[in-house]
């Protein structure tokens, strides 16, 4: 499928700095994560995940069906702008990329747009902690369709009050956060998001969802994204919540697990390195590989264009976050 002509759309999947990407688990459930995606000139989007989050590209083997949808504008300099859902199909091959040069491209926005990059091959010890980081799958995802969306209208702090257990756990994650994505599934089984607001508690352990109308919206396994990030796409930040949405006066969801809330204190975040580190090395050890060299020359070589075009800033001092799933 060609790729729309609209000016408007085409420069929301060019500026926005992530998008929020759905793949479907073992059980089905439409799951999604926010991530880079770079539309290329085939009309393809390509899309990268580290060996240590390689979640995605276990779900993509198993089912191709995926979705994007672009509806965080921070630092992309739009206002007003409509969300873009793409849905497609995906393929990742069980090959490790660990030379950037390939996807110059790519790899030269995360690093303007995301200047703590730098900090991952800076000196000799950096490079033998984050070397995971460009033990890279590649996810190229062919669309079938695009639907735009207008903007979330600006939504209301969720009502007070909170239910027991996983429920109320739940609202107060989300509640964080002005907005949601929710992931369902069409008819077809394809994964579709779109923005919506958590209102409040609902009956019988549920949350109370301000969904906009859409007559393509079904009842069943779903999931709720929320997530943020700054204007240099740092103080990384999100929480997954799957579950069933249940139709009633309003819909509802009904939480089941809370994934990815992580734990942003220095100690939280040397746990989560660690184990991205032990998911990396279960990675290679399931098929027998040897750890790769990463081409740190082309690391560098990009790093140098980078801040000789002016559009790289030296990384802030502070504690280490995982930059991008």
């Given at each position: 499928m060609s790729q729309p002509t609209d000016p408007q759309v085409l420069e929301v999947?060019?500026?926005?700095?992530?998008?929020?990407?759905?793949?479907?688990?073992?059980?089905?459930?439409?799951?999604?994560?926010?991530?880079?995606?770079?539309?290329r000139d085939d009309g393809t989007f390509l899309v990268t995940t580290s060996?240590?989050?390689?979640?995605?590209?276990?779900?993509i083997r198993r089912d191709d069906r995926v979705a994007m949808l672009f509806s965080e504008p921070t630092a992309s300099g739009l206002v007003g702008a409509p969300q873009v859902l793409v849905q497609g199909r995906a393929g990742c091959p069980d090959e490790i990329v660990t030379d950037v040069?390939?996807?110059?491209?790519?790899?030269?926005?995360?690093?303007?747009?995301?200047?703590?990059?730098?900090?991952?091959?800076?000196?000799?010890?950096t490079r033998?902690?984050?070397?995971?980081?460009?033990?890279?799958?590649?996810?190229?995802?062919?669309?079938?369709?695009?639907?735009?969306r207008p903007p979330l209208p600006a939504g209301r702090p969720p009502a007070a009050g909170s239910?027991?257990?996983?429920?109320?756990?739940?609202?107060?994650?989300?509640?964080g956060y002005p907005s949601a994505v929710l992931a369902t599934r069409t008819d077809d089984g394809m994964p579709s998001l779109r923005r919506v607001h958590v209102t409040g508690p609902g009956a019988a352990g549920r949350?109370?969802?301000?969904?906009?109308?859409?007559?393509?919206?079904?009842?069943?396994?779903?999931?709720?994204?929320?997530?943020?990030?700054?204007?240099?796409?740092?103080?990384?930040?999100?929480?997954?919540v799957t579950g069933e949405l249940i139709p009633a006066?309003?819909?509802?969801?009904?939480?089941?697990?809370?994934?990815?809330?992580?734990?942003?204190?220095?100690?939280?975040?040397?746990?989560?390195?660690?184990?991205?580190?032990?998911?990396?090395?279960?990675?290679?050890?399931?098929?027998?590989?040897?750890?790769?060299?990463?081409?740190?020359s082309s690391v560098r070589a990009l790093g140098d264009d980078v801040r000789a075009g002016g559009t790289g800033r030296r990384p802030e001092p502070g504690a280490v976050r995982p930059s991008s799933r």
């Open positions: 999947v060019d500026r926005y700095r992530t998008c929020e990407f759905a793949t479907l688990t073992r059980s089905g459930v439409p799951i999604a994560w926010p991530t880079a995606a770079l539309l060996i240590a989050l390689p979640q995605k590209a276990y779900n040069s390939g996807d110059v491209e790519y790899w030269r926005r995360l690093h303007e747009r995301q200047p703590f990059n730098a900090l991952y091959s800076r000196n000799a010890l033998r902690f984050f070397d995971w980081y460009y033990m890279r799958l590649h996810i190229t995802v062919t669309p079938t369709s695009w639907t735009t239910p027991d257990g996983l429920a109320g756990r739940a609202l107060a994650q989300l509640a949350l109370r969802l301000d969904v906009p109308p859409d007559e393509q919206l079904r009842e069943g396994p779903a999931s709720l994204l929320a997530h943020g990030h700054d204007e240099q796409l740092w103080s990384l930040r999100s929480v997954v006066d309003v819909w509802t969801f009904r939480p089941e697990r809370i994934v990815g809330a992580g734990d942003a204190s220095p100690v939280g975040m040397l746990r989560e390195l660690g184990r991205l580190r032990r998911t990396a090395k279960g990675y290679l050890e399931k098929r027998s590989l040897p750890r790769p060299s990463i081409a740190w």
